[in-house]
């Protein structure tokens, strides 16, 4: 085998996960980020992040010596590129992606690298992000030779092998899902290949480093499309006094319809970034994936009017009783039900916009996250607190803690139909 030792830039929610597979796997792996509560952490054999099953594999491996963090790069035979590409706000309305940190990995790793190495960039970019790595780490290290387009004679090899994974089952789906590996060359493809096949046993499908990074935009564009198309649909009904649940699971009885769920908007650090990255570089062309973000971006406004709505009538409804504020509890924090994930969470969004207004005290349910988290604009408390104190209270994620308790008493605004859904007998 050609990697006897692997280095994985950026220890986060993919980072980690595919460091420890491959730690797993009896490969000497070495964690790279810059967070030193992470590093020490992770050297404790613990995980800063929560995934079921990554705790105890990380544990194993790290006893076993087989996987270390630092905060520096050293020498391996391949780097996997795993940091995050955020969007930029800009005077426009299209955002842009923010590469900025996968150039950052790549100064790092310049000096450490040598011939024979394999660069691999994991994390979801804008098409071209893979050849300006390649062009990055040729300005940086001049002296070794990186691929070109028609050419195999580099010392080293540069790929894009996106990830595809749900967070809360990455695990499993980093073993059993599809990779597909694009590299700069052929050869740098068959290199990535030879890597993967360590721990995947899915497919390992052979493309271009552009094809590649489209690839997993689309995939993600495509379920945001849809997305929206549900949330669109659920403002539509209620504006005519319609249970959506129940529409969505009537319609969904025909053969070739399959609407998804509608929510409080799309979060994580997928879905509800990708699609810019395709509009950015096509803003005329794209007009319906852009729709279909607008269109997500502004359904947690349209959850706080609900929220301003009923907190209005109540107020008016409490004068008699000399009550001059509304106690509301948001259910759910994190972008996606039983994670800890607030990245682009619109739940998250929607608590701090709550926590602005005068006459609302806004109390907040997180139970993947501890209570004495400092979040900024929030207010934690436990499930009994908000179920005992809140007057309004707003479904936002449907964790499972939540799915278990009965309706609560007061004012129900349910963005996710576990209290004022419809299911079939």
Partial sequence: MSFKTISVIGLGYIGLPTAAMFAESGINVIGVDVNHHAVDTINRGEIHIVEPGLGEIVSKAVAAGTLKAVTTPEPADAFLIAVPTPFLKTDSSVPVPDISYIMKACIAIAPVLKKGDLVILESTSPVGATEKVTEWLADLRPELVFPKHGTENADVN??????RVLPGKVIEELVS?????????????????ELYKIFVKGNCIVTNARTAEMAKLTENASRDVSIAFANELSMICDEAGINVWELIELANLHPRVNILQPGPGVGGHCIAVDPWFIVSKSPVTARLIKSAREINDSKPKWVVQ?????????????????????????????????IDDLRESPSLTIAKLLS??????CICVEPNISLDTQIEGINLVSLDTALTEADIHVMLVDHKEFKVINKPVGKIIDMKGVWEGYRRS
């Fill in 356 to 361: 602005t207004l005068g006459d609302i005290n």
């Fill in 306 to 338: 609900k929220v301003k709505q009923a907190a209005g009538e109540l107020l008016l409804e409490n004068v008699a009783a000399m009550k001059s504020k509304v106690t509301i509890a948001c259910y759910g924090l994190a972008f996606k039900p039983d």
């Fill in 158 to 163: 540069v790929s894009h092998c996106p990830e």
């Fill in 177 to 193: 899902n599809d990779r597909i590996i694009g590299g700069i060359t052929p050869l740098c493809s068959q290199r990535s290949v």
